[in-house]
């Protein structure tokens, strides 16, 4: 059993360090989730479904210890609350991560050819945006140890404005993958549309949830 008490005691962000590194694992497999897909390669789909289930319920035992653990009579230099509140924009991911893999080996359904490879590229895109994310955890760390040094905040704001300008190209990906969609759904079995809108917004969620993770930084280091 991880000691959670001493771990913030020595280090407050490392434990949500580690959550985020389970939800990147959680993002992986889906590029590798889709190119199956469209291959129509039913049992790799099955392999890479487990993986993020696995990832996501590795990060979800990570988010509930902290939640139980975490100690109230010790100082930190953040916010209990705040912490709290960014554990949860990091597991959003993982359950998105999840649920995307879910819903689609469930229908499996089909999608017109012309479109997959700008599926794939905006998966990729918000994989990015989460990469980047979990670039910001790891970065608050040296700015807690620097007691909230001019440099390493200076360094941090221009990270989390990078990820929120790659959140943008997420956003204009899935608005034209939106009109793409719009002009062949004709042809397409009527269920299978309104699940594959459901599934870009899915995938949108991914990088807008990072994009909150770097928010939720920038207002822990306003309120010092």
């Not at 929120?164 to 969609?181: F, K, N, P, Q, Y």
């Amino acid at each position: 059993m991880i000691n959670i008490s001493s771990i913030f005691a020595k280090s407050p962000f490392k434990p949500l360090r580690d959550h985020m590194d389970k939800v990147v694992e959680s993002v992986i497999p889906l590029n590798d989730f889709f190119e199956v897909l469209f291959q129509q390669d039913y049992s790799n789909l099955e392999k890479i479904q487990q993986q993020v289930i696995q990832a996501e319920n590795e990060a979800d035992s990570i988010k509930n210890e902290v939640r139980n653990n975490l100690p109230r009579n010790i100082f930190m230099p953040i916010n209990r609350r705040d912490l709290l509140e960014m554990l949860d924009m990091q597991d959003s991911i993982a359950d998105v991560a999840q649920d995307i893999v879910i819903l689609l080996n469930i229908r499996k359904m089909k999608l017109p050819e012309e479109l997959s490879q700008d599926v794939i590229q905006f998966v990729k895109k918000s994989q990015d945006v989460c990469y980047l994310a979990r670039g910001l955890t790891q970065e608050f760390g040296d700015v807690i140890e620097s007691g909230f040094g001019r440099h390493e905040i200076k360094k941090l704001l221009e990270m989390i404005e990078n990820v929120s300008i790659s959140e943008t190209e997420a956003d204009d990906l899935e608005d034209a993958l939106i009109s793409r969609l719009y002009e062949v759904e004709e042809k397409m079995n009527p269920i299978d549309v309104v699940s594959w809108y459901k599934v870009f917004e899915l995938i949108g969620d991914i990088a807008d949830f990072s994009k909150k993770t770097g928010n939720r930084l920038r207002l822990m280091i306003a309120s010092k």
